[in-house]
């Protein structure tokens, strides 16, 4: 399954309401425009000062037909209003708009009055691979330099997200730079543990988990079986786990930019879906992202 079939996998469900924090953003505007027209939302309910979001709407040629308002006087305000939102069962996706991510998230995982349910939150990259069909890749965007126990709560993340989506019992792959466990390289010994918790069911959803692989080894059966490698998971992933940010940040910029591939941003670990783009991602990622994030709610 590729985007265009999770997208039209959604027709004929119920549609969700989308809270967007801060919508000053035509681009996010117009995929919230989309996903309403597809008939992904409902209603779209947007945070901060109604002039500038109805300003930028104009700029992007984005009519507001099926968007609530919610005045917010600034970015952390709105923030704050649309967590509020969520929190109250008055929607049920969460976007980010044109504010911080740090701005958002502190929002979410606030003591008090946040929406977080994990101890951990963390990042999930969609890709259509060039098959046509979805592999998440975490964390490429929020967790710097996990340990183990944070890099296996990223995993269990991922492989709820996966089974939220259609993808059962996924196959996540361990990345690290080789695969053979060597005691000086910590990443090779975190793989070699998550392997064997995956092995004795310590992950909350059933998955097939092996590692260490390179991504090479991960991706392409034809590359493990040239190295003699065994593998439950080789060539057949459904969840890359990367060791930390850079390795992440490098290979998803490396897909989406050298790659072409359809990509779709979502950070898990919150009693919702949270869309989390770049404003340089593609209306079409965007879009998927939106989608993606309607999905896991009908599957979960």
């Not at 779209?44 to 099926?66: K, N």
């Not at 950070?267 to 770049?278: E, N, R």
């Amino acid at each position: 399954m590729g985007f265009a079939q999770l997208r039209e996998s959604l027709q004929g469900r119920p549609g969700k309401t989308l809270v967007l924090a801060w919508g000053l953003d035509g681009g996010v505007l117009k995929a919230c425009r989309q996903a309403l027209d597809h008939n992904f939302l409902e209603e779209v309910i947007v945070t901060g000062p109604p002039d500038q979001v109805e300003e930028a709407a104009r700029e992007a040629q984005v009519s507001l037909e099926g968007f609530t308002m919610h005045a917010a006087s600034n970015p952390a305000a709105g923030a704050a209003e649309a967590v509020r939102l969520i929190r109250e069962g008055k929607g049920q996706v969460l976007m980010k708009g044109h504010l911080n991510t740090s701005v958002i998230l502190r929002a979410v995982v606030n003591k008090e009055t946040g929406i977080r349910a994990q101890a951990l939150l963390s990042h999930i990259t969609v890709v259509e691979l060039p098959s046509r069909r979805l592999a998440l890749l975490t964390d490429a965007a929020m967790n710097i330099k996990p340990d183990l126990q944070q890099k296996a709560q990223i995993l269990d993340n991922a492989i709820s997200f996966a089974w939220s989506i259609g993808l059962e019992n996924p196959k996540a792959a361990v990345l690290a730079s080789v695969e053979t466990v060597n005691p000086q390289m910590q990443d090779t010994l975190d793989a070699a543990a998550l392997t064997l918790m995956g092995a004795r069911n310590q992950f909350s959803r059933p998955a097939v988990v092996d590692g260490p692989l390179a991504f090479d080894n991960a991706y392409s059966k034809e590359a493990a079986a040239q190295k003699g490698i065994s593998s439950p998971v080789a060539g057949q992933a459904d969840i890359f786990l990367v060791p930390e940010i850079t390795a992440g940040n490098v290979l998803y910029k490396s897909l989406v930019y050298v790659g072409g591939l359809a990509v779709a941003g979502i950070v898990s670990g919150a009693t919702c879906p949270i869309v989390l783009t770049s404003r340089a991602d593609s209306s079409e990622s965007k879009l998927n992202s939106i989608a993606v994030a309607c999905l896991a709610l009908s599957g979960s």
